[in-house]
């Protein structure tokens, strides 16, 4: 095992599986510098960055604006937390989220997505008297007990069970199914635009719309989790503005909007349902939290949406995603393990495994399946590591690579990363070199004990 402090202290103190993980795959680095793209380890190297902390980090690492926002938001000595007065920058904020979203103008601010997450669900029971949810297969909402009932994960759930009854599973996009489920007249129907843990996974077009039509009917609320999709990443401000008419009734931000800096998150809606559920002096802090809505998370949320668009970074991911996902498929729409390369504005994902045509298909294709599903992504992002560019698979879909960079990323580097993964995978373009690399290293972990280093 390496010998920086931080590993054995994270190992002793943190978590020691996760060490050890890293240490089965190669990964072997501490990271401790971090500006705009550029990322730094303990030994000098250099990084570009094309995992922005799965979506967190859209303005960059410690943008020099929100440094200096923040910085001066210290030095200005106001009350972080106080209770017994309205704070200011938390009603600033609303009102600065509300021009966003007008139809939208009540902000329940949390600390991080999956509070959020748990605060719409709580508005959607209180609003509607109704106990039960639908959420999608392969949907992310976060990991407290609320969240887990509409996580569409198993391995996530399975040790925490039971979780809340009433809760239904639906396939994403499967409208005849949502009708379906509906029936039962859950509360809410949890949703994202695009699913990025589970792969970025698209919808059909008119699916949102459509979606919202069926939950009117039946009077259950739309809440849509814009946690990874918001704030620019699709190259529009919010993902459901790519279909025009679409409105949810909850709309849930989180991970960017401190800035990667400070956690702050929120479930933003309509003015009816916060009267309904938080409405008079017995109900109005039912979804509330020490430090939810503090002046730091504020001043920090308002300087990010300020740095967003001064610098038009929802405009720069949809032309730097648009060009990286023509290019990826100039590059890659061939290559016998690239399925698809699929994605909107600066959430883009590879799919890797067998291809009709090609010769992995032609193989025991259940057995290739499985190793292209348990190691494929990973390897990649260890070979993309040693050449310099950080990235990951989809957190639930390890056959999916991510690229997800801040939105502050140049032609220059999206160019650079592209032809990193193109020139590793053509290196490998028949079976037998790519199952004998991953051997190799795995081997060679092993023989090092899976050291981190
Ligand atoms: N929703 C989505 C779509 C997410 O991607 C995530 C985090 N990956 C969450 C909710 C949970 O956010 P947090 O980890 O801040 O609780």
């Given at each position: 095992m390496s010998e920086h402090p931080a590993i054995r202290l994270y190992a002793e103190h943190v978590n020691p599986a996760f060490v050890r993980l890293l240490g089965t795959l190669g990964y072997g680095r501490v990271f401790t510098k971090a500006r705009g793209m550029i990322v730094r380890d303990a030994d000098g190297r250099e990084y570009l960055d094309f995992l922005a902390g799965f979506g967190a980090i859209n303005l960059g690492h410690n943008h020099e604006k929100l440094v200096d926002a923040l910085s001066r938001a210290l030095r200005d000595e106001v009350p972080n937390v106080l209770h017994v007065g309205p704070q200011a920058y938390a009603g600033e904020l609303g009102a600065r989220l509300a021009a966003l979203v007008p139809e939208l103008p009540m902000a329940l601010f949390a600390n991080s997505g999956g509070e959020a997450i748990e605060a719409a669900m709580k508005l959607a029971r209180g609003a509607t008297g109704r106990p039960g949810y639908v959420y999608c297969d392969g949907g992310y909402h976060g990991t407290g007990l609320g969240n887990l009932s509409v996580m569409g994960h198993a391995r996530f759930r399975a040790p925490f069970e039971p979780l809340l009854s009433g809760c239904v599973a639906v396939p994403f996009g499967d409208l005849d199914a949502l009708e379906r489920a509906l029936r039962e007249r859950p509360a809410a129907f949890i949703v994202e635009p695009i699913q990025a843990e589970a792969g970025v996974r698209i919808p059909p077009d008119g699916y949102l719309l459509e979606a919202a039509r069926l939950c009117r009917e039946r009077g259950t609320l739309l809440v849509l989790d814009e946690v990874q999709t918001g704030l620019g990443r699709t190259g529009k401000m919010f993902a459901f503005q790519h279909e025009p008419g679409f409105l949810p009734d909850v709309l849930v931000l989180g991970k960017s909007l401190g800035g990667s800096i400070v956690p702050i998150s929120v479930a933003l809606t309509t003015r009816e349902l916060h009267e309904k559920v938080l409405g008079t002096m017995q109900s109005f802090d039912l979804c509330g939290s020490t430090f939810s809505g503090n002046a730091f998370a504020c001043r920090a949320a308002l300087a990010t949406l300020d740095i967003l668009e001064e610098e038009r970074l929802s405009e720069n991911a949809a032309m730097v995603g648009a060009r990286m996902r023509r290019q990826l498929d100039r590059a890659l729409g061939d290559h016998p393990f690239?399925?698809?390369?699929?994605?909107?504005?600066?959430?883009?994902?590879?799919?890797?495994?067998?291809?009709?045509?090609?010769?992995?298909?032609?193989?025991?294709?259940k057995a290739v399946e499985k190793v292209s599903e348990a190691v494929f992504g990973q390897w990649l992002a260890v070979r993309l590591l040693e050449e310099g560019i950080l990235a990951q698979p989809a957190s639930q879909a390890w056959n999916v690579l991510r690229l997800e960079p801040p939105l502050v990323v140049d032609e220059e580097q999206a160019d650079r990363c592209v032809d990193t993964v193109a020139r590793i995978l053509r290196e490998y373009d028949d079976l037998t070199s790519l199952v004998s690399d991953v051997g190799k290293r795995l081997g060679r972990q092993a023989l090092t004990g899976w050291g981190f280093g």
């Open positions: 690239v399925r698809s390369v699929r994605g909107r504005g600066l959430l883009l994902g590879v799919e890797l495994g067998p291809t009709q045509g090609g010769f992995l298909g032609k193989l025991k294709k």
